[in-house]
């Protein structure tokens, strides 16, 4: 059975910092490129961070780069966003997403608010 399992979201205020993580199972997490969206309430989801399976290559969108990092440990399964110098904008849930060619796998999301 195939899990995504994020965790890690909560309020914070403006400037500050959060760490989600993604907990995978039930599929070869290695082999899979792991990206993190986000949905903003009344907005379309959007991508905010990749990382390659192999080589680990990362890519961000403009809006968060410089301020969020992606990374993996294969060896827990698990995919972590670490997003610092957060923005009342940042607000949303965010989602962790495994991919491998046409197979895609969802989490159930976790909801970060920025806010003072």
């Known amino acids: 059975q195939v899990q995504l399992v994020e965790s890690g979201g909560g309020l914070v205020q403006p400037g500050g910092s959060l760490r989600l993580s993604c907990a995978a199972s039930?599929?070869?997490?290695?082999?899979?490129?792991m990206k993190w969206y986000r949905q903003a309430s009344g907005k379309e989801r959007e991508l905010v961070a990749s990382?390659?399976?192999?080589?680990?290559?990362?890519t961000y969108p403009s809006s968060v780069k410089g301020r969020f990092t992606i990374s993996r440990d294969n060896a827990k399964n698990t995919v972590y966003l670490q997003m610092n110098s957060l923005k009342p904008e940042d607000t949303a849930v965010y989602y962790c997403?495994?991919?491998?060619?046409?197979?895609?796998?969802w989490g159930k999301g976790t909801l970060v608010t920025v806010s003072s």
């Open positions: 039930g599929f070869t997490f290695s082999r899979y490129a």
């Open positions: 990382i390659s399976s192999i080589g680990g290559g990362t």
């Open positions: 997403n495994a991919k491998n060619g046409f197979i895609d796998y």
